[in-house]
Each structure stands twice: as structure tokens, then as C-alpha cells.
């Protein structure tokens, strides 16, 4: 967890806490769990909340993804449209200190190079890079340049709305695998151990309508789209880990992200 998460004060007693302050001081847990932005040193923190702020991860994509389109809108007034979005990509890159990214790299790591389930989480444990990581990573970032700056070719500021809707999708979509697969390692490394359990059906909608509310910026047949393809990376990633793990890791949840990201900005230059 980022240092600023770790510097907050233990929970109040939730009951004397008001519901919206309360959400709002689960959604800075959330925003201080995945990313470097820094949240006020007096936000009352507990596992339970930690535990909760799983509801909230596609709102902490929002503002990750508001902030990357704002930098790609003001960027390519002054550079060209690809330039803008690898400035983008370079400061999604710095608010999340590559948490999903070192996710991916670890998982095709540990996938590629291990043979059985125990190698295969001892690899991703390793804070080396290896071949399969270091190839992973070069390609998922080149394709999210690649991708991004060939939308910008038709509609110059179309990559910015693509930034703002995939980058909470993706979070949702990472989050929602929480609720189907078991999590297969409970150890002090775990980057996620407190958020692998005790998920209720409130945290599941608060996901989806975050989902759905993002959606709206999108034309019906793109949004469309975009559930059907996020819905089948979803599924296909929950298999894949499955198959290999038994289950889930904080890593898988990386990956998951950064897959379904993608392959959001290559459906939505499909459609163009």
C-alpha cells in the first residue's frame, strides 16, 4: 500500500461516522491504495475499510483517467497527437507507480517460467524482471501508444475519451473478479489480502453502476461493444488464472486491468 495509506489513522467507530463521510473517507483509501496521488494524513483507516474500498475502484479509474485525458488534451495543442499520448501514458505511469503494469509483468513471469502452481507464485514474488515480463510490458505499452495515437488520427481528441471510459472499465473489470475466484495466496506479500475477502453484493453494484454511469459518455453501439469485449477479456483472464493458479492474486488483478484496457482502445478503433 502506498506510503500515504500508511501513515492514516486507525477507524472511528463507524456508526458515529455519517454515511456519506464515511464513503468518502473509503473512497481516499481506495485512491491511496492504487495510486501515488496523496490523500489527507487524518483519513481514518481499518481493514475493514480497506476491505471495502474494493466498491470504489472504478472511481479511483476516473480520476486516473481524467487526469491522463486532461494531460493528453493540453499536450496536443503544443506536440503531435502521438507525443500527447505517450505523455499520457507517462503520467498514468507516475500517479500509479505501474502498480497494474508490475502486476502484468509479474504474472507472464511467473506463468511463463514456472512449472507448477507453487513455482509459478514463488516467480511472481520475485522483484526481478524476467524475459516474459520485460516483453510483456514493452508490448502492452507500445499497443496502448500505437492504439491511442491511431484514434487521434481520424478525431484528434478522441483518445482523451478513451482514457476517461477504460481506464475505470478496466479497473471494474479487474475488481469484479474478486467476487468469482478464490484468492490462492494469503501471505504478508500479498498486495491485496484485504480486499480478497468478505466482498458483499453492495461493493458488486457500487462497480457496476460506476460501470454503467462511465458508459454514458459513449455512443449505445460502442458502449455496447465495449461490455460484450470486457466481458469476454473478463472471463477469459478468471479461466486463465484459474487453469494456472487455482485462483486469483493481486498480480492477476494487474494483468487484468492492463489487458482489458487494451483490448477497450482496440475495440473502440474497430469501430472507427
Known amino acids: 500500500m502506498p506510503q500515504q495509506a500508511e501513515a ?8 458515529q461516522t455519517p454515511p456519506v463521510k464515511r464513503q468518502w473517507q473509503i473512497f481516499l483509501v ?3 491504495f492504487f495510486t501515488r496521488i496523496p490523500i489527507p494524513a487524518k483519513t481514518p483507516y481499518s481493514s475493514e475499510r480497506l476491505n471495502q474500498a474494493n466498491r470504489y475502484f472504478g472511481a479511483v479509474g476516473i480520476v486516473v483517467g481524467g487526469i491522463a485525458a486532461a494531460v493528453y488534451l493540453v499536450a496536443q495543442w503544443a506536440f503531435t497527437p502521438p507525443i500527447a499520448v505517450g505523455l499520457a501514458i507517462v503520467v498514468t505511469l507516475l500517479l500509479t507507480g505501474a502498480f497494474h503494469e508490475d502486476g502484468l509483468a509479474d504474472v507472464f513471469d511467473g506463468f511463463g517460467g514456472g512449472w507448477t502452481p507453487a513455482q509459478k507464485l514463488d516467480i511472481m514474488k520475485d522483484s526481478r524482471l524476467g524475459a516474459y515480463g520485460a516483453a510483456a510490458l514493452f508490448m502492452m505499452l507500445g499497443l496502448k501508444w500505437a492504439t491511442l495515437s491511431a484514434l487521434a488520427e481520424d478525431q484528434p481528441l478522441y483518445p482523451a475519451l478513451a482514457l476517461l471510459v477504460l481506464h475505470p472499465l478496466s479497473r471494474i473489470c479487474a475488481a469484479s473478479l474478486i467476487f468469482s475466484y478464490p484468492y490462492v495466496r494469503a501471505d504478508a506479500l500479498s498486495k491485496v489480502k484485504p480486499l480478497a475477502n468478505q466482498q458483499s453484493q453492495q461493493d458488486l453494484w457500487v462497480l ?4 454503467l ?6 455512443p449505445l453501439s460502442s458502449a455496447l461493444a465495449l461490455v460484450v469485449v470486457i466481458a469476454l477479456v473478463r472471463w477469459g483472464c478468471g479461466l486463465w488464472f484459474h487453469r494456472q493458479l487455482g485462483g486469483y492474486t493481486g498480480d492477476c488483478l494487474g494483468a487484468a486491468q492492463q489487458i482489458s484496457e487494451l483490448a477497450g482502445y482496440l475495440v473502440l478503433l474497430a469501430l472507427m
Do not use: V, Y
Open 208 to 211: 457496476i453502476t460506476t460501470g
Open 30 to 32: 481506495a485512491l491511496a
Open 8 to 15: 492514516t489513522q486507525s477507524a472511528p467507530d463507524d456508526a
Open 213 to 218: 454511469i462511465i458508459l454514458l459518455l459513449l
